[in-house]
């Protein structure tokens, strides 16, 4: 099965700076019709899970052109840019590539 | 506009039996694939299944492999998850979400938690 491992657990962020989230895959996540299918997704504290981002960079219906994903293979990045309050919560990349689909451990978004 | 209501959740000893049910509306239900997703009391999410429109393919976590069912009825917009041999670590807020792009997209619903324990 394919492991999903994020860097860092815990990310202390001044607000108005950038923060950046690694997440790793264990094989390729490209697909055999040429897609990577790696997402994104926020939950903030008290609420349900919400998507940002599909197949490396492609951002959901809402979500702000600050937050941006790039990557590929095995390797992929989560950028939000001028942190505001409302980005607090955690973050989880999932591969959807490969059965058993799997998500990452979370990284927890903090304002410093 | 768009909703999922999950329903059926509860509490149950080790062993056991639950079915969720997810009620939804505003969308064409029999085009889109389908998942449950859970998340034990503090922890991260973990995908457990996902079912495809008419119900042919059913792909599991090896966690649930042969415990859990996914289902759907296309008549009644309604996605199933029948639970059997429940087990302590099956605790959780169990989500269904309807799939985009091989992936859980908005809106989710609230959840409904299920309880394993004696």
């Known amino acids: 099965d394919v492991v999903m491992t994020q860097s860092p657990l815990s990310l202390p962020v001044t607000l108005g700076q950038t923060a950046s989230i690694s997440c790793r895959s264990s094989?390729?996540?490209?697909?055999?019709?040429?897609?990577?299918?790696l997402n994104w997704f926020q939950q903030r504290p008290g609420q349900s899970p919400r998507r940002l981002i599909y197949k490396v960079s492609n951002r959901d219906s809402g979500v702000p052109d600050r937050i941006s994903g790039i990557g590929s293979d095995t390797d992929f990045t989560l950028i939000i840019s001028r942190v505001e309050a409302e980005d607090v919560g955690v973050y989880y990349c999932m591969q959807a590539t490969h059965w058993p689909y799997a998500f990452g451990q979370g990284t927890k978004l903090e304002i410093k | 506009e768009v909703q999922l209501v999950e329903s059926g959740g509860g509490l149950v000893q080790p062993g056991g039996s639950l079915r969720l049910s997810c009620a939804t509306s505003?969308?064409?239900?029999?085009?889109?694939?389908m998942h449950w997703v859970r998340q034990a009391p503090g922890k991260g999410l973990v995908w457990v299944a996902r079912?495809?429109?008419?119900?042919?393919?059913?792909p599991y976590a090896d966690s649930v492999k042969g415990r859990f069912t996914i289902s759907r009825d296309n008549a009644k917009n309604t996605l199933y998850l029948q639970m059997n041999s429940l087990r302590v670590e099956d605790t959780a807020v169990y989500y269904c979400?309807?799939?985009?792009?091989?992936?859980?997209?908005?809106?989710w619903g609230q959840g409904t938690l299920v309880t394993v324990s004696s």
């Open positions: 979400v309807r799939d985009q792009y091989r992936g859980p997209v908005d809106p």
């Open positions: 094989q390729s996540l490209v697909y055999s019709d040429g897609s990577t299918y």
């Open positions: 505003g969308f064409a239900f029999s085009t889109y694939w």
């Open positions: 079912i495809n429109g008419d119900g042919s393919n059913t």
